[in-house]
């Protein structure tokens, strides 16, 4: 299932303007940030807990956007 | 820009600047160097020597540590000593002045061998294997092409440890443990990730045009690819060559895990170099010095490089 | 960029030799050819990464045990990673991790950073003193992180011996690699000498990059030194910066051989990384299951971070 930039997809709409790769990755990104801090901070073990989920939903959702058209 | 331009230029550094940064950095040099300098300076030392305290700059050399770590020594009688004949070579002279006599050659040398033989042998794979990939990546159109790049470089991201285990369990089941075998494949894979994008960014500079030229003249695109291309990109298929080399003769994690004689290389085997009552310091900073050396005049030969090799390829200078 | 672009190559073809029909016959086409080139290098990675990273993620659920391996294998689904996601000692582990990576990638950028600035003055003979200072960053960490416990030895440590010259501390008054507090940074000083080179070579490519005719305007404008270096320097050196940290964080969050010869965690476990508890789970207590969820919740905790890593290295490499 190849993305190719040059072939035109139909149906480019509201969704389109809105959910760009841009500011999708930048979320994703700061996600697993959050999970990697979460992993290694002192303070909490119950953050310690959750970092793993966080930093693989990051992780899922990193790659699920990089194949979102720029 | 022209020389003659660049001395007028504003924005060119003083010379009292330029003095004061390059006596800083001098420093600098001076100062990370003298761990590397007491390395050497240590395998040349007598053991009493090498613990003396306040430590020694100046001291008598001595080849003892060599003749340690090429050797293994019984310690004997005095009476014994006196009943053999006349010291065999250096090293016996050195052995009977601290009552011992050598018993055989040690361990040090069949670890180096294999040391180059891994090295050498994932290199050669690596190095092949990436040469096409990255030609492939760099001139045809892949499906998932980027995604398959990031495929490849994620897998030399992996912990060492995470993937040690399965390897270990994999190898024990297949009967790869403890090969040469098993090392070399397992470092082509770690390494063949690294040739992929550094060769991807060598081949992508040279023009296409070249390769289009031949091909009009009745090549295919194989023939191009060997008589035109492989040529070009020499200069980058050795320095990728190296970048593989350094790392499978560093690599320890892996060795240390997974060899335990047969196949072990030199980097686990160094710590476990033993005298009497502790580490024979001499002797380990003799493997130590031996097996830096390559690293050293590679490095000298891959200065211009370097950058490339640590962002896998992505700055080019 | 491309001269001949698809169109004119067939144009040049069709007159010359027809390509199509000569491709067929002569060789294997465009695609076969890149799939001949690409797929070696898949099977080999599928073949020593992919399957057993498989393999791992199955061992994390089960109760498998390397140095039993006839016992019978129990399905425990996500019990490990509840354990491990639980245990302060882990946890404690992580924090370990976490003081080695924080202070040696502040060390490195600060260090690293401040050397390319003064290299970047291009003083007289600086490729020389460059490739000098490079030099530690080549060389195995191992057998160089086993040759600086020789340096850190309370009595005879070439190490000990400079530090009590310069403070006037006895040289055997304190133990960089046995005492609780002082052990974490000896391992940090070790990785700082070795890897400033590398944070010291990218940010000379960054600075490198940047155009004089930025700073001839800034002259021009009247700009002082010091608001050059905040609004130019800084700024466009940047990314190259971030593409540093990021590898070295990665790298040191996985860190095994240096530590494991200099401290091999100890004392007590001051110093051990999370590398050094997974290699304690998986090679000595033989908790296969276990340490395959630990290897897991390490690899992606790595894999996310190296997602980051390559959108770094594409913003680096656009420019």
């Known amino acids: 299932m190849s993305l190719d930039a040059h072939t035109p997809m139909p149906g480019r709409g509201f969704a389109d303007r809105i959910l760009r790769r841009g500011p999708l990755e930048a979320i994703a990104t700061t996600i697993i940030a959050a999970g990697v801090v979460m992993l290694m901070q002192p303070f909490s073990l119950t953050l310690y807990s959750w970092s793993f989920a966080t930093t693989l939903f990051g992780t899922v959702l990193f790659t699920i956007v990089s194949k979102v058209r720029e | 820009m022209s020389i003659a331009n660049t001395a007028h230029s504003v924005v060119e550094p003083s010379p009292n600047t330029r003095r004061l940064a390059g006596s800083l950095v001098v420093l600098y040099a001076v100062v990370t160097m003298i761990p590397l300098v007491w390395i050497v300076l240590t395998s040349f030392k007598s053991p009493d020597d090498a613990i003396s305290y306040p430590p020694k700059i100046v001291f008598t050399p001595s080849l003892e540590g060599f003749c340690n770590l090429f050797t293994t020594r019984s310690r004997q009688t005095p009476e014994f000593i006196r009943t053999l004949g006349p010291p065999q070579g250096l ?51 892949v499906p998932l092409k980027d995604d398959l790049l990031f495929f490849i470089l994620s897998t030399r991201m992996m912990p060492p440890i995470a993937v040690a285990i399965p390897i270990y369990l994999m190898y024990r089941t297949i009967g790869l443990s403890d090969t040469r075998l098993g090392m070399i494949l397992l470092y082509t894979s770690v390494n063949v990730s690294l040739a992929v994008w550094l060769l991807k960014g060598f081949i992508d500079e040279i023009p296409r045009e070249y390769e289009e030229a031949a091909m009009i003249d009745g090549y295919t695109r194989f023939q191009a690819f060997v008589k035109v291309v492989l040529p070009q990109a020499t200069t980058g298929i050795a320095a990728t060559a190296i970048f593989c080399l350094i790392f499978a003769w560093n690599e320890y994690a892996f060795a240390v895990l997974l060899t335990s004689g047969n196949a072990q290389t030199a980097p686990p085997f160094i710590p476990i170099i033993i005298g009497e009552g502790g580490q024979d310091w001499p002797a380990v900073a003799a493997a130590t010095t031996l097996f830096l050396v390559p690293i050293v005049v590679f490095t000298v030969l891959l200065r211009k490089h370097l950058l490339r090799g640590i962002t896998f390829g992505a700055v080019r200078k | 960029m491309n001269d001949l672009s698809a169109p004119s190559r067939i144009t040049y073809g069709a007159v010359l030799v027809r390509p199509a029909v000569v491709r067929r016959i002569r060789g294997l086409s465009d695609k076969a050819l890149a799939w001949l080139f690409i797929t070696p290098t898949m099977v080999l990675l599928l073949a020593i990464n992919i399957f057993p990273l498989i ?4 061992l994390s659920f089960t109760n498998y045990r390397a140095n039993r ?49 003064l290299i970047d003055k291009k003083f007289r003979g600086h490729g020389v003193w460059t490739t000098i200072i490079l030099l530690p960053m080549m060389l195995s960490p ?87 270096f905040w609004s130019i320097t800084l700024p466009m050196a940047l990314p190259f910066i971030m593409l540093a940290v990021l590898f070295r964080g990665i790298e040191n969050f996985k860190m095994f051989d240096m530590v494991n010869l200099l401290t091999g965690g100890g004392p007590g476990s001051t110093t051990e990384v999370a590398s050094i508890t997974l290699k304690r789970a998986a090679f000595e207590s033989w908790r296969t299951g276990y340490s395959s969820a630990f290897a897991i919740i390490l690899f992606v905790t790595v894999f996310g971070l190296a997602n980051i890593y390559v959108k770094a290295l594409n913003r680096v490499k656009s420019r």
């Open chain 2, 91 to 141: 090293c016996d002279d050195i052995a009977r002045s601290r009552n011992m006599v050598v018993a055989g050659p040690s361990n040090y040398v069949p670890r180096f061998v294999n040391s180059l033989i891994i090295a050498f042998g994932s290199t050669v794979l690596a190095v092949a294997l990436g040469t096409l990939s990255a030609y492939g990546f760099s001139r045809f159109r």
């Open chain 3, 55 to 58: 393999w791992t993620i199955y």
């Open chain 3, 69 to 117: 391996p006839n016992a019978p294998v129990k399905w425990l689904g996500i019990d490990w990673y509840q354990t491990i996601l639980t245990d302060p000692d882990i946890w404690a582990a992580m924090q370990v991790t976490a003081h080695f990576v924080f202070w040696t990638v502040v060390i490195e950028t600060v260090l690293g950073f401040g050397l390319a600035f």
């Open chain 3, 142 to 228: 191992a057998v160089v992180g086993n040759f600086w416990t020789f340096l850190y030895q309370p009595q005879i440590g070439l190490f000990n011996y400079v530090v009590a010259f310069l403070t006037g501390h006895p040289a055997s008054s304190f133990q960089m690699l046995g005492d609780v507090t002082l052990s974490p940074w000896a391992i940090v000083i070790v990785d700082a000498w070795m890897w400033t080179p590398y944070v010291m070579l990218i940010c000379l490519a960054g600075l490198r990059s940047i155009p004089d005719y930025i700073y001839e305007a800034a002259e021009v404008d009247r700009a002082s030194k010091w608001r050059q």
